[in-house]
């Protein structure tokens, strides 16, 4: 069974950066996607970024890139998603997210992803 384990969120002012980090705890195989997504009060989630396992190719929403960069480091088992340049409208909760398969052109949609860590609070002021 995998589980994922995010830390890295904080408070920051408008402009600033963070690091989150998603730690992968058991067997992968067979997962070839892992993704970030952020839920803000009232909305969906929303797929922030995701990165292919094997290749390293990443996906990104349109509100991010450009600012945010997911990448991975298979030795700590770990996936990261650097945030710079953050704004107000960055706030959200942050999971990161799992998928064995994911549908051509859906890996930024919730509901391709059936493993999900418990979430870690991003707040950016103005």
């Known amino acids: 069974q995998v589980q994922l384990v995010e830390s890295g969120g904080g408070s920051v002012q408008a402009g600033g950066s963070l690091r989150l980090s998603c730690k992968v705890f058991?067997?992968?195989?067979?997962?070839?996607?892992f993704g970030w997504f952020r839920r803000v009060p009232g909305k969906e989630r929303e797929g922030v970024a995701v990165?292919?396992?094997?290749?390293?190719?990443?996906y990104y929403g349109g509100s991010v890139e450009g600012r945010f960069a997911i990448s991975q480091h298979h030795a700590f088992g770990t996936v990261y998603l650097q945030m710079n340049n953050l704004t107000p409208e960055d706030t959200g909760r942050y999971y990161c997210?799992?998928?064995?398969?994911?549908?051509?052109?859906?890996?930024?949609?919730?509901?391709?992803?059936?493993?999900w860590g418990q979430g870690t609070q991003v707040t950016v002021s103005s």
């Open positions: 997210a799992a998928a064995k398969y994911i549908t051509l052109n859906r890996m930024l949609q919730e509901s391709e992803y059936r493993t």
């Open positions: 058991g067997n992968t195989y067979g997962f070839d996607y």
């Open positions: 990165i292919e396992k094997t290749e390293g190719t990443t």
